[in-house]
Protein backbone atom coordinates (compact mmCIF):
# COMPACT_ATOMS: atom_id res chain seq x y z
CA UNK A 1 0.00 0.00 0.00
CA UNK A 2 1.16 3.46 -0.96
CA UNK A 3 2.35 5.10 2.01
CA UNK A 4 0.41 8.68 1.39
CA UNK A 5 -3.03 6.99 1.34
CA UNK A 6 -4.44 4.76 3.90
CA UNK A 7 -7.65 2.43 2.77
CA UNK A 8 -10.57 1.14 4.99
CA UNK A 9 -13.52 -0.41 3.91
CA UNK A 10 -15.57 1.18 6.65
CA UNK A 11 -15.12 5.03 5.00
CA UNK A 12 -16.74 3.91 1.93
CA UNK A 13 -20.31 5.11 1.33
CA UNK A 14 -21.91 1.88 -0.48
CA UNK A 15 -25.17 3.10 -1.08
CA UNK A 16 -26.17 4.52 -4.57
CA UNK A 17 -26.59 7.93 -4.66
CA UNK A 18 -26.83 10.50 -7.66
CA UNK A 19 -25.94 13.44 -5.85
CA UNK A 20 -23.28 16.08 -7.53
CA UNK A 21 -20.27 13.89 -6.52
CA UNK A 22 -21.71 10.44 -7.55
CA UNK A 23 -18.97 8.75 -8.86
CA UNK A 24 -16.10 10.53 -7.71
CA UNK A 25 -13.93 9.03 -5.29
CA UNK A 26 -12.07 11.38 -2.26
CA UNK A 27 -9.77 11.15 -0.06
CA UNK A 28 -9.41 12.90 2.97
CA UNK A 29 -5.94 14.62 4.68
CA UNK A 30 -5.03 12.26 8.04
CA UNK A 31 -6.59 15.63 10.10
CA UNK A 32 -10.03 14.90 8.96
CA UNK A 33 -12.37 12.55 11.17
CA UNK A 34 -13.78 9.59 9.68
CA UNK A 35 -15.55 7.47 12.65
CA UNK A 36 -14.18 4.57 13.56
CA UNK A 37 -10.63 5.31 11.61
CA UNK A 38 -7.80 5.97 12.88
CA UNK A 39 -6.02 9.59 12.62
CA UNK A 40 -2.84 9.66 12.44
CA UNK A 41 -2.44 13.39 12.05
CA UNK A 42 1.38 12.63 10.56
CA UNK A 43 2.45 11.76 13.58
CA UNK A 44 3.89 9.11 16.27
CA UNK A 45 3.95 11.55 18.93
CA UNK A 46 -0.13 11.27 19.44
CA UNK A 47 -1.61 7.41 19.07
CA UNK A 48 -4.60 5.52 18.90
CA UNK A 49 -6.57 8.92 18.10
CA UNK A 50 -9.77 7.25 16.43
CA UNK A 51 -12.49 9.87 15.60
CA UNK A 52 -16.48 8.66 16.87
CA UNK A 53 -17.86 11.04 14.36
CA UNK A 54 -17.14 11.91 10.88
CA UNK A 55 -16.49 15.53 10.32
CA UNK A 56 -19.16 17.84 8.63
CA UNK A 57 -17.03 17.89 5.29
CA UNK A 58 -17.23 13.94 5.09
CA UNK A 59 -21.31 13.90 6.35
CA UNK A 60 -21.56 15.84 2.91
CA UNK A 61 -19.32 14.28 0.13
CA UNK A 62 -20.61 11.08 1.20
CA UNK A 63 -24.53 12.36 0.83
CA UNK A 64 -23.37 14.06 -2.53
CA UNK A 65 -22.57 10.46 -3.91
CA UNK A 66 -18.72 10.46 -3.64
CA UNK A 67 -16.57 7.20 -2.54
CA UNK A 68 -14.16 8.44 0.04
CA UNK A 69 -11.63 5.07 -0.38
CA UNK A 70 -9.21 6.40 2.54
CA UNK A 71 -7.11 8.77 4.29
CA UNK A 72 -3.93 11.06 2.79
CA UNK A 73 -0.80 10.89 4.70
CA UNK A 74 -0.22 15.13 6.12
CA UNK A 75 2.94 16.80 7.52
CA UNK A 76 3.94 16.07 11.04
CA UNK A 77 0.62 17.68 13.02
CA UNK A 78 0.17 19.59 9.51
CA UNK A 79 2.93 22.05 10.65
CA UNK A 80 5.24 22.12 7.52
CA UNK A 81 5.16 23.19 4.03
CA UNK A 82 7.50 20.93 2.90
CA UNK A 83 6.58 16.70 2.57
CA UNK A 84 9.58 14.96 4.62
CA UNK A 85 8.18 15.66 7.69
CA UNK A 86 5.41 12.64 8.66
CA UNK A 87 5.84 10.07 10.89
CA UNK A 88 4.94 7.10 7.97
CA UNK A 89 8.07 8.55 5.80
CA UNK A 90 8.06 11.02 2.87
CA UNK A 91 5.41 11.89 0.12
CA UNK A 92 7.72 11.98 -2.98
CA UNK A 93 6.92 14.59 -5.78
CA UNK A 94 4.39 12.63 -8.66
CA UNK A 95 6.61 14.18 -10.88
CA UNK A 96 10.45 13.37 -9.49
CA UNK A 97 10.93 11.19 -6.34
CA UNK A 98 12.64 12.43 -3.68
CA UNK A 99 11.92 15.52 -4.03
CA UNK A 100 8.40 17.82 -2.11
CA UNK A 101 5.03 17.90 -2.90
CA UNK A 102 4.45 20.78 -1.06
CA UNK A 103 2.50 20.61 2.65
CA UNK A 104 0.47 20.06 4.98
CA UNK A 105 -1.69 18.16 2.76
CA UNK A 106 1.13 16.25 0.60
CA UNK A 107 -0.75 12.81 0.41
CA UNK A 108 -3.74 14.86 -1.31
CA UNK A 109 -1.30 16.53 -3.49
CA UNK A 110 0.39 13.51 -4.63
CA UNK A 111 -2.82 11.42 -4.85
CA UNK A 112 -4.74 13.60 -7.00
CA UNK A 113 -2.04 14.45 -9.94
CA UNK A 114 -0.80 10.74 -9.89
CA UNK A 115 -4.83 9.93 -10.68
CA UNK A 116 -5.00 7.95 -7.20
CA UNK A 117 -8.16 9.50 -6.50
CA UNK A 118 -10.60 11.90 -8.56
CA UNK A 119 -10.48 14.58 -5.99
CA UNK A 120 -9.37 15.65 -2.12
CA UNK A 121 -10.04 17.39 1.16
CA UNK A 122 -7.21 19.55 2.37
CA UNK A 123 -6.60 21.74 4.90
CA UNK A 124 -4.45 25.24 4.54
CA UNK A 125 -3.79 27.51 7.66
CA UNK A 126 -0.65 29.28 5.85
CA UNK A 127 -0.97 27.49 2.41
CA UNK A 128 -1.30 23.88 3.17
CA UNK A 129 -3.81 23.46 0.54
CA UNK A 130 -2.00 25.74 -2.44
CA UNK A 131 1.15 24.90 -1.58
CA UNK A 132 1.03 21.06 -2.68
CA UNK A 133 -1.14 22.06 -5.52
CA UNK A 134 0.98 24.28 -6.81
CA UNK A 135 3.77 21.87 -6.62
CA UNK A 136 2.02 18.81 -7.83
CA UNK A 137 0.21 20.45 -10.72
CA UNK A 138 -3.52 20.67 -9.20
CA UNK A 139 -6.39 22.79 -8.76
CA UNK A 140 -6.22 24.02 -4.68
CA UNK A 141 -8.77 26.06 -3.21
CA UNK A 142 -8.60 27.62 0.22
CA UNK A 143 -11.99 29.24 0.21
CA UNK A 144 -12.94 32.15 2.00
CA UNK A 145 -12.83 31.58 5.88
CA UNK A 146 -15.89 29.92 7.55
CA UNK A 147 -17.45 29.17 3.99
CA UNK A 148 -16.86 25.24 4.68
CA UNK A 149 -17.00 24.14 8.05
CA UNK A 150 -13.95 22.88 9.73
CA UNK A 151 -16.23 20.87 12.29
CA UNK A 152 -14.13 17.45 13.12
CA UNK A 153 -10.74 18.49 11.65
CA UNK A 154 -7.84 19.33 14.30
CA UNK A 155 -7.30 22.51 14.57
CA UNK A 156 -4.00 24.77 14.97
CA UNK A 157 -5.10 28.22 15.02
CA UNK A 158 -9.09 28.86 14.55
CA UNK A 159 -9.03 32.49 12.91
CA UNK A 160 -6.68 30.73 10.38
CA UNK A 161 -8.39 27.07 9.92
CA UNK A 162 -9.24 26.63 6.36
CA UNK A 163 -10.66 23.20 4.90
CA UNK A 164 -11.33 22.91 0.93
CA UNK A 165 -11.47 20.82 -2.60
CA UNK A 166 -8.05 19.89 -4.32
CA UNK A 167 -8.93 18.18 -7.86
CA UNK A 168 -7.08 17.89 -11.53
CA UNK A 169 -9.95 20.60 -13.02
CA UNK A 170 -11.36 23.76 -11.72
CA UNK A 171 -14.63 21.90 -12.74
CA UNK A 172 -14.08 19.42 -10.38
CA UNK A 173 -12.92 21.98 -7.99
CA UNK A 174 -16.08 24.00 -8.61
CA UNK A 175 -17.89 20.93 -8.15
CA UNK A 176 -16.67 19.12 -4.52
CA UNK A 177 -17.13 23.12 -2.98
CA UNK A 178 -20.93 23.28 -3.98
CA UNK A 179 -21.18 19.69 -1.94
CA UNK A 180 -18.99 21.33 1.10
CA UNK A 181 -19.90 24.85 1.28
CA UNK A 182 -22.60 26.37 3.63
CA UNK A 183 -22.80 26.62 7.57
CA UNK A 184 -23.65 23.40 9.57
CA UNK A 185 -24.86 25.51 12.77
CA UNK A 186 -21.86 24.42 14.88
CA UNK A 187 -18.65 25.67 13.78
CA UNK A 188 -18.99 29.39 14.93
CA UNK A 189 -16.02 30.20 12.11
CA UNK A 190 -19.25 30.15 9.54
CA UNK A 191 -21.05 32.74 11.29
CA UNK A 192 -21.02 34.84 8.25
CA UNK A 193 -21.42 31.91 6.16
CA UNK A 194 -24.94 31.69 4.02
CA UNK A 195 -26.82 28.11 4.49
CA UNK A 196 -26.86 25.55 2.40
CA UNK A 197 -29.80 26.75 0.45
CA UNK A 198 -28.16 29.70 -0.69
CA UNK A 199 -24.83 28.69 -1.19
CA UNK A 200 -24.09 29.48 -5.15
CA UNK A 201 -24.05 27.03 -7.66
CA UNK A 202 -20.36 27.33 -8.33
CA UNK A 203 -20.44 24.68 -10.96
CA UNK A 204 -23.25 26.95 -13.71
CA UNK A 205 -20.87 29.85 -13.18
CA UNK A 206 -18.50 27.52 -15.63
CA UNK A 207 -21.16 26.89 -17.60
CA UNK A 208 -20.95 30.22 -19.03
CA UNK A 209 -17.54 30.49 -19.57
CA UNK A 210 -18.26 29.79 -23.53
CA UNK A 211 -17.45 32.67 -26.14
CA UNK A 212 -13.62 33.17 -27.39
CA UNK A 213 -13.13 36.62 -24.99
CA UNK A 214 -15.29 35.32 -21.73
CA UNK A 215 -13.37 37.66 -19.71
CA UNK A 216 -14.44 40.86 -21.42
CA UNK A 217 -14.72 43.70 -19.16
CA UNK A 218 -12.83 41.47 -16.52
CA UNK A 219 -9.91 43.38 -14.44
CA UNK A 220 -7.07 41.55 -13.06
CA UNK A 221 -4.66 43.34 -11.05
CA UNK A 222 -0.93 41.79 -11.21
CA UNK A 223 0.04 42.07 -7.26
CA UNK A 224 3.48 43.98 -7.37
CA UNK A 225 4.10 42.42 -4.24
CA UNK A 226 3.82 39.10 -4.95
CA UNK A 227 6.61 39.30 -7.56
CA UNK A 228 9.26 41.87 -5.54
CA UNK A 229 9.04 40.44 -2.43
CA UNK A 230 10.97 37.23 -3.01
CA UNK A 231 13.27 38.33 -5.55
CA UNK A 232 14.23 41.39 -2.61
CA UNK A 233 14.92 38.34 -0.09
CA UNK A 234 17.18 36.07 -2.82
CA UNK A 235 14.09 33.69 -2.40
CA UNK A 236 12.80 33.66 -5.57
CA UNK A 237 13.89 31.73 -8.70
CA UNK A 238 12.81 34.45 -11.70
CA UNK A 239 11.80 31.92 -14.15
CA UNK A 240 8.97 31.42 -12.34
CA UNK A 241 8.06 34.66 -11.86
CA UNK A 242 8.43 35.32 -15.74
CA UNK A 243 6.60 31.99 -16.23
CA UNK A 244 3.66 33.00 -14.56
CA UNK A 245 3.93 36.38 -16.00
CA UNK A 246 3.40 34.64 -19.16
CA UNK A 247 0.26 33.23 -18.16
CA UNK A 248 -1.49 36.23 -16.77
CA UNK A 249 -0.94 38.15 -20.16
CA UNK A 250 -2.54 34.87 -21.75
CA UNK A 251 -5.80 36.46 -20.10
CA UNK A 252 -5.87 39.12 -22.44
CA UNK A 253 -6.99 37.03 -25.05
CA UNK A 254 -9.86 36.30 -22.94
CA UNK A 255 -10.94 39.76 -23.04
CA UNK A 256 -9.13 40.61 -19.84
CA UNK A 257 -7.44 44.01 -18.49
CA UNK A 258 -4.52 43.49 -16.65
CA UNK A 259 -2.96 46.10 -14.55
CA UNK A 260 0.15 46.30 -12.03
CA UNK A 261 -1.46 46.75 -8.30
CA UNK A 262 0.72 47.70 -5.60
CA UNK A 263 -0.34 46.58 -1.47
CA UNK A 264 2.70 47.43 0.39
CA UNK A 265 1.62 45.62 3.65
CA UNK A 266 1.66 42.60 2.14
CA UNK A 267 5.57 42.84 2.29
CA UNK A 268 4.68 42.20 6.45
CA UNK A 269 2.15 39.50 6.48
CA UNK A 270 4.42 36.37 6.84
CA UNK A 271 5.41 38.71 10.06
CA UNK A 272 1.99 39.00 10.89
CA UNK A 273 0.96 35.41 10.10
CA UNK A 274 4.04 34.04 11.94
CA UNK A 275 3.18 36.15 15.40
CA UNK A 276 -0.52 34.85 15.66
CA UNK A 277 0.37 31.37 14.10
CA UNK A 278 2.98 30.47 16.44
CA UNK A 279 1.01 31.88 20.02
CA UNK A 280 -2.42 30.70 18.79
CA UNK A 281 -1.35 27.19 18.52
CA UNK A 282 0.10 27.16 21.73
CA UNK A 283 -3.45 26.63 23.76
CA UNK A 284 -3.97 23.70 21.43
CA UNK A 285 -1.10 22.03 22.29
CA UNK A 286 -1.06 23.10 25.64
CA UNK A 287 -4.37 22.04 26.72
CA UNK A 288 -7.12 22.71 24.00
CA UNK A 289 -8.55 25.66 22.93
CA UNK A 290 -10.48 28.15 24.64
CA UNK A 291 -13.26 31.33 23.54
CA UNK A 292 -14.32 29.20 20.80
CA UNK A 293 -18.25 27.58 20.34
CA UNK A 294 -18.16 24.62 18.04
CA UNK A 295 -17.49 20.90 18.34
CA UNK A 296 -14.62 19.93 20.70
CA UNK A 297 -12.54 17.02 19.79
CA UNK A 298 -12.12 16.24 23.62
CA UNK A 299 -10.51 12.76 22.94
CA UNK A 300 -7.51 13.69 20.73
CA UNK A 301 -7.51 16.95 23.67
CA UNK A 302 -6.76 14.44 26.20
CA UNK A 303 -4.41 12.69 23.91
CA UNK A 304 -2.53 15.71 23.25
CA UNK A 305 -1.74 16.00 26.73
CA UNK A 306 1.10 13.12 26.49
CA UNK A 307 3.22 15.97 24.76
CA UNK A 308 3.27 17.36 28.79
CA UNK A 309 5.60 14.48 29.68
CA UNK A 310 8.80 14.10 28.86
CA UNK A 311 8.74 10.98 27.01
CA UNK A 312 5.75 12.74 24.49
CA UNK A 313 8.06 15.76 24.30
CA UNK A 314 10.92 13.80 22.44
CA UNK A 315 8.32 12.19 20.26
CA UNK A 316 7.03 15.68 18.76
CA UNK A 317 8.24 16.51 15.77
CA UNK A 318 11.33 19.40 14.85
CA UNK A 319 8.44 20.87 13.38
CA UNK A 320 6.00 21.22 16.40
CA UNK A 321 8.86 22.13 18.91
CA UNK A 322 10.19 25.16 16.57
CA UNK A 323 6.22 26.68 17.05
CA UNK A 324 5.29 25.90 20.05
CA UNK A 325 9.24 27.04 21.34
CA UNK A 326 8.28 30.12 19.56
CA UNK A 327 5.31 30.72 20.59
CA UNK A 328 5.84 30.45 24.36
CA UNK A 329 8.67 32.14 24.46
CA UNK A 330 6.57 35.19 22.21
CA UNK A 331 3.37 34.87 25.64
CA UNK A 332 5.94 34.82 27.85
CA UNK A 333 8.27 38.32 26.51
CA UNK A 334 5.75 39.85 23.78
CA UNK A 335 2.79 38.95 24.70
CA UNK A 336 1.13 41.90 23.16
CA UNK A 337 2.02 40.59 19.61
CA UNK A 338 -0.72 38.80 19.24
CA UNK A 339 -3.62 41.41 19.63
CA UNK A 340 -0.72 44.15 17.74
CA UNK A 341 -0.43 41.35 14.54
CA UNK A 342 -4.37 40.80 14.72
CA UNK A 343 -5.33 44.54 14.97
CA UNK A 344 -2.16 44.94 11.67
CA UNK A 345 -4.65 42.23 10.27
CA UNK A 346 -7.73 44.52 10.00
CA UNK A 347 -5.88 46.65 8.09
CA UNK A 348 -4.58 44.46 5.65
CA UNK A 349 -7.79 42.98 4.86
CA UNK A 350 -8.77 46.47 4.12
CA UNK A 351 -5.80 47.27 1.67
CA UNK A 352 -6.91 43.79 -0.22
CA UNK A 353 -10.24 44.78 -0.20
CA UNK A 354 -9.81 47.94 -1.76
CA UNK A 355 -7.57 46.92 -4.77
CA UNK A 356 -10.46 44.25 -5.19
CA UNK A 357 -12.96 47.25 -5.62
CA UNK A 358 -10.65 48.12 -8.40
CA UNK A 359 -10.27 44.94 -9.67
CA UNK A 360 -11.95 41.31 -10.08
CA UNK A 361 -8.85 39.35 -9.15
CA UNK A 362 -5.66 39.65 -7.90
CA UNK A 363 -2.69 37.27 -9.20
CA UNK A 364 0.58 36.43 -8.30
CA UNK A 365 2.65 33.18 -8.14
CA UNK A 366 1.71 30.60 -5.64
CA UNK A 367 4.99 29.61 -4.61
CA UNK A 368 8.24 31.81 -5.86
CA UNK A 369 10.60 28.74 -6.82
CA UNK A 370 10.34 24.96 -7.70
CA UNK A 371 10.16 21.78 -5.67
CA UNK A 372 13.00 21.11 -3.35
CA UNK A 373 14.50 17.73 -2.57
CA UNK A 374 13.82 16.49 0.46
CA UNK A 375 16.30 17.22 3.58
CA UNK A 376 17.93 13.93 4.07
CA UNK A 377 17.17 12.06 7.11
CA UNK A 378 20.45 13.17 9.02
CA UNK A 379 19.85 16.52 8.54
CA UNK A 380 19.44 19.15 11.14
CA UNK A 381 16.41 21.06 12.68
CA UNK A 382 18.14 24.36 10.38
CA UNK A 383 18.61 22.49 7.09
CA UNK A 384 14.70 21.00 7.14
CA UNK A 385 13.44 24.46 8.50
CA UNK A 386 15.87 25.94 5.42
CA UNK A 387 13.84 23.81 3.28
CA UNK A 388 10.82 25.60 3.13
CA UNK A 389 11.86 29.09 3.80
CA UNK A 390 9.82 31.51 1.46
CA UNK A 391 6.99 28.84 0.59
CA UNK A 392 4.14 30.64 2.19
CA UNK A 393 5.38 34.35 1.48
CA UNK A 394 2.38 34.68 -1.04
CA UNK A 395 0.14 32.18 0.62
CA UNK A 396 -0.37 33.10 4.39
CA UNK A 397 -1.23 36.42 3.94
CA UNK A 398 -4.71 35.38 2.70
CA UNK A 399 -4.97 32.73 5.83
CA UNK A 400 -5.40 35.77 8.10
CA UNK A 401 -7.21 38.43 5.83
CA UNK A 402 -10.02 34.97 4.73
CA UNK A 403 -9.94 36.05 1.24
CA UNK A 404 -10.62 32.90 -1.36
CA UNK A 405 -7.30 32.19 -2.73
CA UNK A 406 -6.82 29.28 -5.70
CA UNK A 407 -3.62 27.69 -6.72
CA UNK A 408 -3.59 27.14 -10.71
CA UNK A 409 -1.19 24.95 -12.54
CA UNK A 410 -0.20 27.25 -15.39
CA UNK A 411 2.99 25.87 -16.72
CA UNK A 412 6.43 23.59 -16.68
CA UNK A 413 10.15 24.29 -15.98
CA UNK A 414 13.00 22.30 -15.17
CA UNK A 415 14.33 21.65 -12.10
CA UNK A 416 17.48 23.46 -11.76
CA UNK A 417 19.18 20.47 -10.54
CA UNK A 418 18.35 18.65 -13.61
CA UNK A 419 17.10 20.55 -16.32
CA UNK A 420 15.49 16.77 -17.62
CA UNK A 421 13.16 16.61 -14.58
CA UNK A 422 10.01 19.12 -15.04
CA UNK A 423 7.79 20.43 -12.70
CA UNK A 424 4.71 22.37 -12.91
CA UNK A 425 4.15 26.17 -11.90
CA UNK A 426 1.56 27.52 -10.05
CA UNK A 427 -0.88 30.86 -10.45
CA UNK A 428 -2.43 32.23 -7.73
CA UNK A 429 -5.89 33.92 -7.99
CA UNK A 430 -7.04 35.95 -5.24
CA UNK A 431 -10.75 37.14 -4.92
CA UNK A 432 -13.64 39.41 -2.41
CA UNK A 433 -14.36 37.23 0.10
CA UNK A 434 -17.33 34.64 -0.86
CA UNK A 435 -16.68 35.46 -4.41
CA UNK A 436 -15.53 32.16 -4.95
CA UNK A 437 -17.04 32.42 -8.43
CA UNK A 438 -15.31 35.49 -9.45
CA UNK A 439 -11.84 33.31 -9.16
CA UNK A 440 -13.39 30.20 -10.93
CA UNK A 441 -14.43 32.10 -13.92
CA UNK A 442 -11.08 33.57 -14.12
CA UNK A 443 -9.20 30.24 -13.96
CA UNK A 444 -11.70 28.03 -15.89
CA UNK A 445 -11.26 30.60 -18.71
CA UNK A 446 -7.56 29.99 -18.92
CA UNK A 447 -7.85 26.51 -18.42
CA UNK A 448 -10.76 26.10 -21.29
CA UNK A 449 -8.45 27.98 -23.98
CA UNK A 450 -4.94 26.72 -23.00
CA UNK A 451 -2.85 23.62 -21.82
CA UNK A 452 -0.63 24.08 -19.29
CA UNK A 453 1.50 21.05 -19.87
CA UNK A 454 2.96 22.68 -22.94
CA UNK A 455 2.65 26.14 -21.47
Not at 28 to 52: C, E, M, R, W, Y
Not at 272 to 286: A, D, S, T, Y
Not at 296 to 323: D, F, I, R, V
Request: hydrophobic share 35%.
Amino acid sequence: MRKDVKVDSQAKDTEPNDGILAGKTIVVKDNISVAQIHSLLGTDAVTDFIPTSDATVVTRSLLAGATIIGKAVCENFSMTGTSFSAATGPVHNPYARDYSTGGSSSGCGALVASGATDMAIGGDQGGSIRLPACWCGIYGLKPTHGLIPYTGIASLETTMDHTGPMTRTCLDNALLLKALAGTDNIDDRCIATPPLSETPDYPSVLSQVKSQTPLQGFKIGLLKEGFTDAQSTGLNDPRVSAKVREAIDKFKELGAVIEEVSVPLHTISPTLWLCIMRMGCVPGFMGGAVGRQGFYMNQLTTKMGSLHTAEGWKKAPWSAKNMIMNGVYMQLYCPELYGKANNLVRLLREKYDEALGKFDVLVMPTIPYLPTPHAPQDASVMQKIEKGLGQTMNTCSFDVTGHPALSMPIGMLGAKEDENIKFPVGLQIVGKHFDECTVYKAAFAWERRFDWKLC
